[in-house]
C-alpha cells in the first residue's frame, strides 16, 4: 500500500514534442505529490508538486495533472528540450508520513 | 547558502567491511533523511533523523544505522557490506519534518561499491 507504481521507465521523445510520466498510488492518506528532476551526477531537485484538492498544477512548461479518484497523477513536459533530458522521480507524502518515490523515468530529448 | 553536502563522494569497499557516509544539511534545517538509490528500484528510504532524534526508520536490515549530531549534520554507517549495498546513498535535508510536504533538498550522494 506504500507504493508508487511510475510508468514509462523510459521516453524518448523529439525536441519540442510533449513528454508524459504517469504515477499511481495506493495509500489514501498521502495528500502532497511532488515530482524530482535528477541530472547525472547530482542528486534529485523538487520540480513541481501538486496537492490533491486541484486536479492541475501548471510551472512553465510543466504540469501536473492530478485524478483523485483514480489515485493517479501525471508530469506533462511540453515543447521538451534537449535539457530537459534527466531522471524524474514521482513521490507521494502525507501528513506523518516518510516520502515514497517511483523508481524514476530516464528522458531523453533528441535534438 | 551552500547545498547539501556529501562525503566522500565515491567509495569502494569490500564484502564484510563497514563504511561511514557524512552528511552536511543546509544550515538552519534540522531534518537529514536518508535515501538509498538503484537503478530500477528507485530512492527506498532508509531513515529520518530530526534534532538528533530517529522519527522514522525504513525497511532496512539493522547493519543500516545513522545518527544526527547537535549540529544537524548526520552519519550512516552499514556494518557488514555485502554485494547487494552496492548504490548510490542520497541525503536530503528539510527545514521542517513530519507534515509530509516537505520540499526536500538532495546532496549529489555518495556512490558505494561493494566488491
Known amino acids: 500500500q506504500q507504493q508508487v507504481k511510475q510508468s514509462p521507465q523510459s521516453l524518448i521523445v523529439q525536441k519540442g514534442g510533449i513528454s508524459i510520466i504517469n504515477c499511481a498510488y495506493e495509500n489514501t492518506a498521502f495528500d502532497y505529490f511532488p515530482w524530482y528532476q535528477q541530472f547525472p551526477g547530482k542528486g534529485p531537485a523538487l520540480l513541481i508538486a501538486i496537492r490533491p484538492d486541484v486536479s492541475e498544477k501548471k510551472e512553465g512548461r510543466f504540469t501536473i495533472s492530478f485524478n483523485k479518484s483514480a489515485k493517479q497523477f501525471s508530469l506533462h513536459i511540453m515543447d521538451s528540450q534537449p535539457g530537459d533530458s534527466a531522471t524524474y522521480f514521482c513521490?507521494?507524502?502525507?501528513?506523518?508520513?516518510?516520502?515514497?518515490f517511483g523508481p524514476g523515468t530516464r528522458l531523453s530529448v533528441l535534438p | 547558502k551552500a547545498g547539501v553536502t556529501q562525503t566522500p563522494r565515491y567509495l569502494i569497499k569490500t564484502r564484510g567491511q563497514q563504511v561511514t557516509l557524512s552528511c552536511s544539511p543546509i544550515?538552519?534545517?534540522?531534518?537529514v533523511s536518508w535515501y538509498q538509490q538503484t537503478p530500477g528500484q528507485g530512492l527506498q528510504f532508509l531513515f529520518e533523523?530530526?534534532?538528533?532524534?530517529?522519527?522514522n526508520k525504513g525497511n532496512f536490515p539493522g547493519r543500516f544505522s545513522g545518527r544526527q549530531f547537535s549540529n544537524s549534520r548526520s552519519e550512516m554507517n552499514v556494518s557488514t557490506l555485502e554485494l547487494g549495498d552496492s548504490a548510490l546513498y542520497l541525503c536530503a535535508s528539510s527545514s521542517a519534518a513530519g507534515t509530509g510536504r516537505e520540499k526536500l533538498f538532495f546532496g549529489s550522494g555518495t556512490q558505494l561499491s561493494v566488491l
Open positions: 533523523y530530526f534534532s538528533e532524534t530517529q522519527r
Open positions: 513521490a507521494a507524502g502525507g501528513y506523518g508520513q516518510n516520502f515514497v
Open positions: 544550515s538552519g534545517h534540522r531534518s
